[in-house]
């Protein structure tokens, strides 16, 4: 029963996207790039780190977080360096921001809240540890610290780090946001060792991929994983990735679809040079790969306005010998195996991440027997679904991490 849902959601899935993207396209506005902010490493620049690493979830390096990029409610604030894994198995470096509430630790320390943070570029450039965070993010880690929880933010390993950042593989992102917990909690800060993940957009795949992995990965280290909440999920996903190609999408994609996808490609590309994905792109398709490399998501939005992603490709990517299964390999969200609370939340106005996408994770995780629940926006799109979940996720935390 649970293979036949699997195998419906994702047929349902691929057919209701490809209706989705030909309606809203051209409806969401290009990104407009943002002014040019020059990345503040705190003192801590690890971009051509090459010193030890250890085993993932060390802590290599901790520094006071430069106030340009702390957060209004943060009592205080740390950049670190930790130990990771990255896509291909090997010991990588990550960094992260941690932030503690302004009032006084409680007796255990304050409770920990593991932060996934959405797209913001593949370049070092694009680090949020770096950069001040937006206005919505800002909003919504206040609130978690007005809540008296701790955030640690990664930033995900080649992200400010050596490598390329390994845009939605699941792996990966799992073992930047667990080791970094693991290494905030050598830091000798008041951290409970109670901890939850909490993840939007391309950060709510890394929070359920690290949710799924979260016991295994932090076992022997003390820490006492409770529950996950993902707003605007990318589920199933890669089941339309490996259907680009000269044909499709027949359509010009909204900006940011198009980002996200540049994104995609490039990220698998680094991930499986073996499959020799590259081989089945234009030169048009190469270039975009190289400027994916490098530009952060509002510039890379903005250059990519009103291409046809269609062009990018000389032959179908499902000609390339495996990749449909790496893809999956790659980049599959899980619907099985959780063993804490999964709270998902989506905006049914969502065109980054269609509601489709969510709805469809839900019902294979509803069949597979799963802790979760489910919570609609009808009013809201990708973006708004953030602040608009926390009267739904503010109850949830507090009950998981009591």
Known sequence: ???????????????ACATLLAVTAGLVPAHAAPDSVAPVWSGLDARDYRGPIGAPGTLLAKTPLDPSVSLPA??????ILYATTDVHGKPAVSTAAIFLPRVSAPAGGYPVIAWAHGTTGLGDDCTPSALPRSERDETYLNHWLRQDYAVVATDYAGLGTPGLMSYLSGEVAAHSVVDSVKAAHQTGLPLSKRWAIVGQSQGAGAALNAARRATAYSRGSGLDYRGVVATGTPANIEHIVWQAGPAFPPI???????????????????????????????????????????????PLAEKLDGERVNTWFSRPLATVPGVQAALVDYMATPYSGYDRPIFLGQGLLDTDVPAVSAGSLYAQMLGAGQPVEFHAYPGEDHSGTVLASIPDSTPFLARILR
């Open 74 to 79: 943060a009592g205080q604030a740390y950049r």
């Open 252 to 298: 010009t994609l909204p900006s940011a679809l198009n980002a996200y996808a540049a994104y995609i490609l490039a990220g698998f590309a680094d991930a499986r040079p073996d499959l020799k994905p590259e081989s089945a792109l234009t030169a048009r398709g190469k270039q975009v790969l190289r400027l994916a490399e490098t530009l952060c998501y509002g």
């Open 1 to 15: 029963m649970t293979r036949l849902l699997t195998r419906v959601t994702t047929a349902v899935l691929a057919s």
